[in-house]
């Protein structure tokens, strides 16, 4: 369980990481010394006008100002406060992530050395769990949950003056963790970041060669390419736009190079009502698509950076 181990190591040195990133170090109590302050004679003149006490104000919380990045290597894509993002590597663990002066947000992932089967996932996240709180931790909140079809498990975990939140997705052999703590992370903030995590994964371009229309043309050669497996469904994406774009669906982004139908993208997908985002320069547009067993269906963008509504292709 060498895979189990390496986990619940990470875990608790998160809490570790996040409290030297947020100032969570002690001062230490000064020693005293031998050498006793000699009394003075001159005594201190009282004063007449009262000093009023001061109160230091409370600083405001300043809104975060955010920037995506990119992780080719870690096959993510997330949403961090803007700052210098730095990249550190111990062994087989990767950290990426940006600190500021009372605040962290970072990614670190591992690949394991085992598979999780499905009936054991929850006791691995247990012990993962059980292995950050430690022995002075206090487990404030857990909940499992799912990011696309891959499961998850998000907890806050409080020591001493300091709170740790750490989402865990466990992606076949590959444990990510996003993590974040300070004095001024808001659950807006928290939130924001988990929501944004995103699985990158460029699958193989299609080699089907279709008319650049919005909707692909049927030919006598064309309809086994258009037709899906039996009882299954086929999205073709293409993108006419001068740059590439980001398709996100069902949890996972697809990078959709420019080229129209002569670089189109095929996803195999399972029947079903999807939402999707197509990311596009200065903002993103959201739509759905529902498909029925044995049906395909397309979806691009225009030149202009116009996007396309959904259009079945298969079956007329």
């Not at 279709?210 to 293409?238: H, I, M, N």
């Amino acid at each position: 369980m060498k895979g189990l181990q390496k986990c619940i190591g990470v875990l608790v040195l998160i809490v570790v990481l996040i409290s030297l990133a947020c100032g969570g170090a002690s001062t230490p109590t000064p020693v005293p010394t031998d050498t006793p302050v000699p009394p003075t004679d001159t005594p201190v003149p009282p004063t007449d006008t009262p000093v009023p006490p001061t109160k230091t104000p409370t600083p405001e919380k300043t809104e975060l100002e955010w920037q995506d990045v990119m992780n080719e290597e870690g096959g993510f894509v997330v949403s961090m406060p803007e700052g210098k993002v730095k990249e550190e590597k111990d062994g087989d663990l990767v950290t990426v992530g940006v600190e500021l002066d009372n605040i962290a947000f970072m990614i670190m992932y591992a690949d394991l050395e085992f598979a999780v089967e499905p009936d054991q996932v929850k006791t691995f996240f247990d012990k993962a769990t059980e292995g950050a709180v430690g022995e002075n931790g206090k487990l404030v909140s857990s909940k499992d949950g799912k990011v696309g079809q891959y499961p998850s498990r998000e907890v806050v975990i409080q020591k001493g003056k300091q709170t740790a939140y750490d989402k865990m997705i466990l992606v076949d052999k590959r444990l990510y963790q996003l993590i974040a703590g300070g004095v001024e992370v808001s659950e807006d903030n928290i939130d924001k970041f988990w929501s944004s995590f995103e699985l990158l994964e460029t699958p193989a371009e299609s080699s089907a060669t279709v008319a650049p229309t919005a909707t692909p043309a049927k030919t006598e050669s064309s309809s086994d390419v258009l037709a899906p497996q039996t009882g299954r469904c086929k999205l073709f994406l293409f993108n006419e736009y001068k740059e590439e774009l980001t398709f996100t669906i069902n949890g996972k982004a697809y990078k959709i190079p420019t080229g129209g139908f002569d670089k189109m993208v095929t996803l195999d997908m399972d029947a079903g009502k999807y939402t999707y985002t197509i990311s596009i320069p200065g903002g993103a547009v959201n739509d759905e698509v529902e498909m029925t067993p044995n049906q395909s269906w397309s979806v691009g963008v225009r030149a202009d950076g116009a996007v396309y509504k959904p259009n079945k292709v298969y079956p007329d």
